[in-house]
Nanobody
Framework: QVQLVESGGGLVQAGGSLRLSCAAS????????MGWFRQAPGKERDIVAV????????YYANSVKGRFTISRDNAKNTVYLQMNSLKPEDTAVYFC????????????????????WGQGTRVTVSS
């Protein structure tokens, strides 16, 4: 079992920044890849970024590339999502998720490939 708790969401003006955190517990954190997803009202849950077990491999959705940075601190059992240059279209509930089946240097991007999910944290970007 893995428990995930997100924090750091809030209301920010366009062009601003936020850093989301996701604290994990229950299994050795460095044994699984981590992803950030988001879901806007009325839309499907989409991948935002993924980081491999060691942090050596990262993936970003095209919509956030160059603006968002995913990182992890395996000593603190925490994954982060630094979001800069935020746009109104980034408004969504953001979820972190754990993928227990990827290898050390691979990652997955589909919702149904993740095993555990946090409860989500809301990000609202005003124009």
């Amino acid at each position: 079992q893995v428990q995930l708790v997100e924090s750091g969401g809030g209301l920010v003006q366009a062009g601003g920044s936020l850093r989301l955190s996701c604290a994990a517990s229950g299994r050795t954190f460095s044994s699984y890849a981590m992803g950030w997803f988001r879901q806007a009202p009325g839309k499907e849950r989409d991948i935002v970024a993924v980081i491999s077990r060691s942090g050596a491999v990262r993936y970003y959705a095209n919509s956030v590339k160059g603006r968002f940075t995913i990182s992890r601190d395996n000593a603190k059992n925490t994954v982060y999502l630094q979001m800069n240059s935020l746009k109104p279209e980034d408004t969504a509930v953001y979820f972190c998720a754990a993928d227990l089946r990827s290898s050390t240097i691979t990652y997955r991007t589909a919702v149904n490939e993740y095993d555990y999910w946090g409860q989500g944290t809301r990000v609202t970007v005003s124009s």
